[in-house]
């Protein structure tokens, strides 16, 4: 191999990237934080803390309602996310960009409007074994709601989707959308998005993507992906709670009734009929999410200042890290080997229960999450309760790692 | 006071916002339409009668808004008189730059440049990108009109 | 009248309340901001400001989800807010503080969870002709989706609810709701609840109160109002955008079905059913607002800090001053005369349109409002099509409302 | 390295959450409910047979969750064997206020007083709220049973 073809790395220096973080310089019971937690929920770089702040203290007012200068200021800052967004995601269009609260409103949404408004009764939904309960639970309420059938695309043992019992779910050709996730929560896989579109699509079944976990990781092109639906969630892209997108091509959106009402949503009010405002307004009743849309826009600046090659290269050599330590723990087992993957490890360790493992690493500082992982049939699918995941972020070092494998070693014995 | 309104609110807004001349129904027409800006309110109706070669004869509206809708509306159809639809649509991309919205200005047509230099006062909402659409509210239902299209035209 | 008797008035000091809100600094155009209008947006105080960054710098992760350090802290003071809110409105439990977006929101829910899971097609809802669309649209939703009939309950010409007719809308004992604001976002009036709660609970029905206004004003207590639902919106409030309430009383909130599906809702899933975890988790799917409700209770505590006393004594002094300026300006007209009215002033002005009033008035600094207000049918039953619209916040200042009526003088002449 | 943990787990929790004495089904059985902890997938199932005067004769449970959960579900076992419905409301109140969660410690009744002693162990979750309810739920399944409620119980 010749290296003078391989593209310079980019310039990516993890201690400047921590630098940006105060929080990760507080001492959590006398130690210092060890944050592998950030697929739950990423922790905010200055940019964003700054973005909140500067808005309240110089630039605020409602928006798309008053005629004055704060108020045009401020609606010039909220439709600006909107850009920032498209940018991000490569959108056609900036009006293809809704905001919601989080990715699960966003679904939930797709699953009120697009599945009551547009889908017939006796339709199927195809969803994964591997979905976070966000991806879950509005279907199976419009499948009892609107008499929606929901298949269940199965898991393997490497944790990846089953592919031949994708394509077979799909053959009577009454599959009218796939609901799916980009990356799993729990696995770290991606899924082959490209074939499961070409898939979905021969059928003539649309495509949602939960891309909650995905965008984190690595640069998402919904017209590359060719998916229809894309949602994902501000806080774990080191942004603010409290917002997240539902992208969406124009055509379906134009198709899709209004879920919520009230302000902003529509064009005109009389008693017997309400009209409708353009896409996106339509689905944005009420005053929105301002103050997080400008600290949304800061977030995706900071991610794009850092730049998704750089922070794909830097994740994927923690987890193989992660994975090698990992691998030398006794009693340590790790959910699913799928080789497309991104920063997100699960295991569970022989006699100790997930919780306990989690209590005693935070007793040395040692951030993880323990539980089912919002994904119960997950567990159920892998015979487990309850797993341990670190996760991983711009942030993490691999020194970070290594605290993590050390300490597991001393719970282990702890609990032999 | 209000001295540096006057770019805002020219002689010309404030005359044509108050006494527009084209401020009625035409009895006859060949094409109507009607915009809508949800967002504050405004409302305006127009109606165009052509002529033999399909230019525009004559155009009217009718609306409520404020005075820059108003004198938009007003200055739209005395411009437009005697054009071809699209004739039309260059005038109002043209109209556009000189709003600070749409593509940016190219060089206007010679046949423009009296009625971009009629438009220019409107120029002053610039700064005030929801009075922009006080500005165009008309010039949208118009396109509509030409378009045949019966919908209610929308804000942009 | 004896001096002795009245109370001490509480001690009010607008300037230092001033100094607290960091954007009353700015300029405008050059002039200073006079920001009438709060009734769309407050601006925030610094103690809200500074609770989002201090959970960002030192305390921050998801919730209900870790088990280590970071998230017990923080699901702590999540959790906290609720009793902040409870002790806000005085709610008799905390589970009875659901948190949603904004009051829209909060309405939706409602129209959804309880008009469609437990009122029955053909019973009706009771509103009002001076709603906002969020607390009308949803409503007509309901009605076009579920069966609902809507009743609207007429505006008399001093602005105030026709009582008569409330009466007679429920006498045939049809009605399952009562959906009401609390004070009107265009006339400023308080509803009489006292009275809409007698009747209509003597009917069988049960009332929500939007109090997205009336919160801001005075001190609400659901228990003596003893309504059924109350909602209420953050960022009208100084707090934070993305956050609202709703609280309803429990018996209702456990007979409603959830609304959206996710994550954190759930108690259980299988493939087959899911149940659902208690009140009022079951209402908040996935991640919710985390940084929001560590800033909602910083707003709520800033609030109480004043106190609603001085807060009413204060608004009410800036509405009655700011009527008696306005009386004197030549052809203006307020619309609405009703006494019991919080700090909100809407007026026309003879042959000038309120946007063009609005834009001048921005040119010297002075942020209105101009528009239907989203009450386009109050603004067809007083027969205009726009309004400015003046709204007074605890840091506005008599001089404030001189400026105003000052310059609507000159704004006169300038259309004259 | 987690000298300093051992408030938490101490001896006796890692010893009943290991190898805990009455973790069985009942083949006979006058009560039993479930409880379930959502949010950490915790779950347990309580099975009770009376003495002829009401009280508890045995008590035996099955369940899945971390090592504070099963202890403490053990020690429930063990604990209320020999009371009344009445006596288990009562050292449960107790139980809680030493996880200084519920109300505030009474006096303890003379009669509770060594099961309280017994239970003190788990009193080092005080510091971890989520973990509260894993020492909490073995103790709500068991009220639900004695209340014949055939749901299962809740998280608190
Ligand atoms: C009376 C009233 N109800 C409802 C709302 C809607 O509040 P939000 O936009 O925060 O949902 C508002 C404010 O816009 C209001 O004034
Ligand atoms: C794959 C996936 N989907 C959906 C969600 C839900 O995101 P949110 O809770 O922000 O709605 C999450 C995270 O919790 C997730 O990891």
Known sequence: ?416 | MFDDVRDLYQEVILDHGQRPRHARRLACYDATAAGDNPMCGDRVRVWLRYAPDGSVAEAAFEGRGCAISIASADLMAETIRGRTQAEIRRLFAGFRATLGSGDPAPQPEPADRDALERLLPLGGVREYPSRVKCATLAWHAVLAALEGDAEETSHE
């Not at chain 1, 009218?176 to 896989?189: P, Q």
């Not at chain 1, 699918?381 to 995941?389: E, I, K, L, N, P």
Request: proline content about 4%; aromatic content about 6%; hydrophobic content about 45%.
């Open chain 1, 1 to 416: 191999m010749n290296v003078a073809l391989r593209p310079a790395a980019p310039a990516f220096d993890v201690e400047r990237v921590r630098a940006e973080f105060p929080i990760l310089g507080q001492l959590v019971r006398g130690k210092k934080l060890v944050f592998l937690d950030s697929a739950a929920s990423a922790q905010k770089p200055r940019a964003v803390i700054d973005a909140f702040r500067d808005a309240m203290e110089t630039q605020y007012a409602n928006v798309h309602r008053g005629l004055h200068w704060m108020s045009e200021r401020t609606t010039d800052a909220y439709e600006g996310t909107r850009d920032v967004v498209a940018g991000l995601i490569n959108a056609r269009d900036r009006t293809e960009i809704v905001f919601v609260r989080n990715s699960t409103e966003g679904i939930n949404l797709v699953a009120n409007s697009y599945g009551r408004g547009v889908m017939q009764p006796g339709a199927a939904v195809v969803i994964s074994e591997m979905e976070h309960h966000s991806n879950l639970v509005p279907w199976q309420m419009l499948r009892d709601a609107h008499g929606i059938e929901l298949r269940i695309v199965p898991v393997t043992d490497t944790g990846e989707l089953d592919m031949a019992a994708f394509e077979a779910l799909l053959a009577d050709g009454r599959v009218g959308l796939v609901a799916i996730t980009h990356m799993s929560n729990v696995l770290g896989t991606y899924t082959p998005a490209q074939r499961i579109m070409a898939l979905a699509h021969a059928h003539g079944a649309k495509v949602l993507l939960d891309g909650s976990q995905a965008v984190v990781h690595r640069r998402v092109d919904v017209q590359a992906l060719g998916c229809d639906f894309y949602v994902f969630t501000g806080h774990k892209l080191y942004g603010p709670t409290g917002i997240g997108v539902l992208w969406a091509k124009s055509e379906l959106l134009d198709r899709m009734p209004p879920w919520m009402g009230g302000g902003d949503m529509i064009s005109s009010v009389t008693w017997e009929r309400s009209t409708w405002a353009n896409v996106p307004h339509k689905f944005e009743a009420g005053t929105p999410a301002i103050l997080e849309s400008v600290a949304l826009a800061a977030a995706i600046r900071f991610v794009q200042g850092i730049g998704y090659d750089a922070i794909a290269a830097h994740e994927a050599s923690l987890t193989a890290h992660a994975l090698d330590r990992l691998a030398h723990v006794e009693g340590v087992r790790v959910l699913g080997t799928a080789p497309d993957r991104g920063g997100v490890v699960s295991f569970t360790l022989a006699n100790a229960h997930a919780h306990d493992v989690a209590t005693l690493l935070d007793r040395e500082g040692i951030a993880v999450r323990a539980g089912n992982h919002c994904a119960e049939p997950l567990m159920r699918r892998f015979g487990v309760d309850s797993t341990a995941r670190a996760s991983f972020g711009v942030y993490t070092t691999h020194a970070e790692i290594d605290a993590l494998a050390d300490t597991l070693d001393r719970v282990r014995s702890f609990f032999a």
